[in-house]
Nanobody, 117 residues
Framework: QVEVVESGGGLVQSGGSLRLSCTAS????????MGWYRQPPGKERELVAL???????VYGDSVQGRFTISRENAWKTVYLQMNSLKPEDTAVYYC???????????WGQGTQVTVSS
């Protein structure tokens, strides 16, 4: 069973920054796509950012230019650097890990990010 653990959430003022981390207990980290998703209160879960096993990145329109996703394969960790945070970024942030060969994917338990105005 793969364990996915997020950390780094919290309360921050508008305009501030936070960095989220996600570590996955997988054997070959480099064959996994790693993504961050978020679910604002009363809304559906949406893609925030994705880093592929091949090294590509994808960002949601609302975070483009403010958030940066990166991965450290040696540490089996993916990061989400969030700058210029806005109240509308308030959500539970989830880490997703997907094996590109089997398509099996796994979710973390989520970490709360709250941005005050």
């Amino acid at each position: 069973q793969v364990e996915v653990v997020e950390s780094g959430g919290g309360l921050v003022q508008s305009g501030g920054s936070l960095r989220l981390s996600c570590t996955a207990s997988v054997s070959i980290f480099s064959i996994y796509n790693m993504g961050w998703y978020r679910q604002p209160p009363g809304k559906e879960r949406e893609l925030v950012a994705l880093t592929t096993a091949g090294g590509g990145t994808v960002y949601g329109d609302s975070v483009q230019g403010r958030f940066t996703i990166s991965r450290e394969n040696a540490w089996k960790t993916v990061y989400l650097q969030m700058n210029s945070l806005k109240p509308e970024d308030t959500a539970v942030y989830y880490c997703n890990v997907q094996n590109v060969r089997t398509r099996a994917d796994y979710w973390g338990q989520g970490t709360q990010v709250t941005v005050s105005s």
